[in-house]
């Protein structure tokens, strides 16, 4: 499954650069933002007992170049929220959280509606970092796991002038995580500032 994945990732990067090879449109320039929003670990309360949340704010900062109207490529950070579980194991109390962390490098693809308002598709991948902690009985574990895996989103974005515009937006961050820390999807529902140069 993940091959086909990053076939398909490949397959887009490789669209994007031919169309911008052919692009007539003047390049945009470089721009930077910030964002924040809802996070929502798809999958981190499953098999738990006990009582669990999955939801936290997440954040992100990030920074792009727009190629024309049509392409940009963008990197950044995200903070992808902390989920809390309690339960009970074996007859003791055991308290656990993991929190998402992670780089993100996507291509973007945009439609513009009009001069000021667009729609856009991205995809890309994510190298996240993943800490767990877990107490009971007086004992604490801990675990630290990275990776990288697939990321995308779809969104809108509103330009109020040339340099400054605000973004709605969901991005899925998929199977984030592995056997020791527990694998996720991870949605964010965000709002963003973006600052054009």
């Known amino acids: 499954m993940k091959q086909e994945i990053y076939k398909v990732f490949v397959a887009f990067f490789l669209l994007t650069t031919v169309s911008i090879s052919n692009a007539q449109d ?9 964002g924040v929003g809802h996070s929502d ?23 792009g170049y727009e190629f ?3 392409l940009s490529l963008e990197g ?28 993100f490098l996507s291509g973007i693809a945009s439609w513009p ?16 970092d993943v800490e767990t902690d877990a107490d009971g009985g007086g004992i604490s574990v801990s675990e630290d796991e990275n990776g ?8 809108a974005q509103y330009d109020f002038t040339d340099n400054i515009g605000i973004r709605a937006e969901w991005e899925r961050f998929n199977d984030v995580g592995d056997s020791d820390t527990g694998e996720s999807d991870i949605d964010l529902i965000s709002g963003s500032l973006v600052y054009r140069f």
Not at 148 to 155: A, E, H, K, N
Request: include cysteine; charge should be negative; proline fraction near 1%.
């Open 113 to 128: 509606i009009n001069d000021s308002f667009s729609v856009f598709g991205k995809l890309g991948a994510i190298y996240w």
């Open 76 to 103: 950044g950070y995200a903070d992808l929220g902390e989920s809390d579980a309690d339960t009970i194991v074996l007859g003791i109390p055991v308290s656990a959280d993991a929190e998402i962390t992670g780089f």
């Open 41 to 63: 670990q798809k999958d981190a309360c499953d098999d738990i007992s006990g009582s669990c949340d999955d939801t936290d704010t997440g954040w992100k900062i990030f920074a």
């Open 26 to 34: 003047t390049a945009n320039g470089f721009y930077v933002g910030v």
């Open 68 to 70: 024309n109207q049509y």
């Open 148 to 155: 990288t895996d697939l990321m995308f989103g779809v969104g």
